[in-house]
């Protein structure tokens, strides 16, 4: 397994383009399933969730393609409804093939996902959805068998908790179903609307994207479009924090204040600039030291849960004493005992809230990362900590940023990746 070598100290300094998002390119990927006609994403990242989904849509049938960051998809020749263990349990986000699935073709066997490393992550709410459009939803041998007598059909679907999931999984099955379907407390994370926006390209009827009640009239077909994906809010904060914990200063291309108004807000806060300027973001800090500050995990438009590993990076050396408390899922603190290998002062409060002392330097250390944005954090910890630090398990970067080593080696990080063998 790769490993990433990273000798902190170096301010970042320069410019970074932010692509497309990963969390909105998956759902859109699934919704190509929807028409026969091709389907052409736009600003695609080069991350291997993104080839997985590729070949959950390749198993079913779709010829897709990718060259210089542009996806096609043609799901003229679906031959097989059925999305295997091996392909879901390798990402979760091949779940979303069920809704438009059986919004198409009125049935689905799709392997049910399993519990993973930020915790129990069920799909109750996105099983009951299916349901409440006239599915006939069975679990058998680990998987959802769903099927439908006849085209789905439109009905109010109440989310009691929300699922951007779900909400997204409910939108797909619905725009073909018969008559009016209406989601009640919806997801309206900007990946959300960003699938709404391009159903409404393929000729879907949607109101009330990005807000918390959407009401869909189902259509008898969709057509193909071609659609420039959203930029990516993770990776812009990821980059915005990566100038604050280096002293640094980064112009982030294609990063825009109205997608992530809650981390600037944070990152302004704790004492750095950020301006927006040209189709961008600047981020800066000042000299100043850093200030200590209190965040908690929401839906959007409130803290990403998929940030708050990045800025408690950041919060080990504010002066004072931080919390982030994760509302969104159980079991996200993982990077926090590698981070106090690097010298981090942080006591977690129960399994939800993590208490972070500032300390005024990190210390380079191997570290074993757990997930995604962890994985994201202990880089960043590293580009600031003295010495070297060796991140393990890179692969878990792999799934969602894109050239991150050699952005930031760009941006005057001292950063290599050392391959390593499979097996390792
Ligand atoms: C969530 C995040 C998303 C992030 C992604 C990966 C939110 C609102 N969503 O989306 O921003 O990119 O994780 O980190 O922050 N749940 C159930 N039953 C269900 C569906 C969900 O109990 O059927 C629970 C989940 O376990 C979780 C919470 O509801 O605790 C939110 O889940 P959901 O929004 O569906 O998660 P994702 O779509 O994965």
Not at 120 to 127: E, S, Y
Not at 262 to 280: A, H, P, Q, R
Request: charged fraction near 20%; charge should be negative; glycine fraction near 10%.
């Amino acid at each position: 397994m790769d490993k990433i070598r990273i000798v902190g100290g170096a301010p970042l300094k320069g410019h970074v383009r932010i692509k497309g998002a990963k969390n909105a390119v998956l759902p859109l990927m699934a919704c190509a399933l929807l028409t026969d006609e091709e389907v052409v994403l736009r600003d695609v990242p080069n991350l291997t969730d993104i080839r997985t989904m590729t070949d959950v849509l390749v198993h079913l049938g779709a010829d897709v393609s990718f060259e210089g960051n542009v996806l096609r998809i043609k799901a003229a020749n679906i031959h097989c409804c059925e999305a295997p263990y091996e392909l879901v349990s390798r990402m979760r986000a091949s779940f979303w093939v069920l809704g438009p699935l059986l919004g198409r073709f009125g049935h689905a066997k799709i392997s049910l996902p399993g519990g993973c490393a930020i915790g129990t992550r069920p799909v109750d709410r996105h099983l009951y959805a299916m349901e409440q459009l006239g599915a006939d939803v069975q679990i058998q041998n680990g998987y959802v068998v769903a099927k439908s007598d006849g085209p789905l059909k439109g009905n109010k679907v109440i989310f009691q908790l929300q699922t951007m999931g779900g909400t997204m999984n409910t939108i797909m099955a619905a725009v073909l179903a018969k008559g009016r379907t209406e989601i009640i407390n919806a997801s309206a994370e900007p990946e959300v609307t960003d699938l709404a926006r391009c159903l409404i390209e393929m000729g879907a009827k949607i109101q009330g994207a990005g807000t918390r009640r959407l009401v869909i009239d189902g259509v008898d077909s969709l057509h193909g479009t071609n659609h420039t994906v959203i930029p990516d809010r993770i990776e812009a904060a990821t980059y915005a924090v990566a100038a604050g914990i280096t002293g640094g200063e980064i112009y982030m291309e294609n990063a825009f204040l109205h997608l992530m108004e809650d981390v600037v807000f944070t990152l302004t806060y704790m004492g750095l600039d950020v301006i927006e300027k040209n189709n961008g973001l600047i981020v800066k800090a000042t000299g100043c030291e850093l200030r200590a500050t209190d965040i908690a995990t929401e839906e959007y438009p409130g803290f990403p849960t998929d940030v708050q590993a990045q800025v408690m990076a950041l919060m080990c050396l504010a002066k004072g004493t931080s919390s982030v408390t994760e509302n969104i899922f159980e079991n996200r603190f993982m990077h926090v005992q590698e981070l106090v290998r690097m010298g981090a002062d942080i006591r977690l409060q129960g399994s939800r809230t993590a208490i972070i002392h500032g300390v005024p330097k990190l210390s380079g250390a191997q570290v074993m990362a757990s997930d995604l944005r962890a994985s994201a954090a202990l880089v960043l910890a590293g580009l600031a900590a003295e010495g070297e630090t060796i991140v393990n398990r890179v692969y878990h970067l792999d799934r969602g940023y894109d050239q991150l080593e050699q952005k930031m080696r760009v941006l005057g990080a001292d950063i290599e990746r050392i391959k390593g063998l499979p097996e390792e």
